[in-house]
């Protein structure tokens, strides 16, 4: 009989995961900026109203916020004396029921800091983008979810979103940064943009009809190793070390990111 009853707890276990599915859009190729000229972004996942809000008042000396304003949006994130701040997440961090969320639990709209100047700054001060964890409530039911993003501090304060996914599969834990088999990828608005050659050695060139804004190279780690700030086409790589690399062209539709190898 135990046999039996692990058999069928085998099963049942398989048709879930067969059912499980992520939904993830794919915005790399070109990420949404929300800055202090373009200050809000909402996002959208059943239709209606937004589930969240990214707020950008950093020019106003006030804080960014991954606002939650529908009943049963929370945020990944520790209590603060001004609502909550928003946790780093790494990939591979689970999302789920044992996550601690705050968030719009009575109706009312919570405001989720993101970075607050002088008093909440750990975005600040990573140079690849991380992960926010989140949940919303459809019906009766909860989903958990994930979105890419980083904060451009040198670059006007900028909010960066790379992507972002949840688990239609509701009360269904989702790990950070899992895209599932099947990506929505937007690319109503790509910039066509060549990086070669690749691999490289001296410098490499770009190639594109959109003016350029600035390009920034970080190495493996993460950490920032060039920084070309005006419309340049060639970037000069011949004092960095054997490795790959991410080049991140910023144009005004937003910032695509390419992998090329230093040889």
């Known amino acids: 009989m135990k046999k039996i ?23 790399n190729n070109n990420p949404v900026i929300v800055s202090s000229q373009n200050m809000e972004y909402g996002l959208n996942f059943m239709g209606g109203e937004a589930e969240f809000m990214i707020q950008n008042y950093s020019a106003e000396g006030e804080a960014i ?34 996550s601690t969320f705050f968030g719009c639990e009575d109706g009312s709209p919570y405001f989720n800091v993101f970075y607050l100047p002088g008093t909440y700054t750990k975005w600040a001060d990573l140079e690849e983008p991380q992960f926010i964890g989140f949940k919303f409530k459809n019906g009766n039911n909860t989903y958990y979810g994930w979105a890419e993003v980083s904060l451009e501090t040198d670059y006007d304060m900028e909010f960066v979103l790379y992507g972002y996914a949840y688990q239609s599969t509701p009360n269904t834990a989702i790990k950070a940064g ?36 600035r390009a920034k190279i970080v ?45």
């Not at 701040?85 to 789920?96: F, Y």
């Open 219 to 263: 190495n493996a780690l993460g950490q920032k190793v060039l920084d070309v700030k005006g419309n340049t086409q060639s970037i000069d790589i011949s004092s960095l070390e054997r490795g790959v690399y991410t080049v991140g062209i910023y144009t005004q539709n937003g910032c695509n990111r390419y992998k090329f190898i230093k040889k």
């Open 65 to 98: 916020y991954f606002a939650s304003f529908l009943p049963g949006t929370a945020v990944v994130s520790t209590q603060a004396d001004y609502n909550a701040n928003v946790d780093v997440l790494v990939q591979g961090t689970v999302i789920g029921e044992n």
């Open 5 to 27: 009853f692990l058999s069928l707890a085998a099963m049942f276990a398989m048709v879930n995961i067969a059912q499980s599915q992520v939904v993830y859009t794919d915005l």
């Open 178 to 213: 899992d895209k599932g088999t099947n990506a929505l990828v937007l690319t109503e608005n790509d910039v066509k943009i060549s990086v070669y050659p690749n691999p490289a050695s001296e410098s490499i060139s770009i190639a594109t009809q959109q003016q350029i804004d």
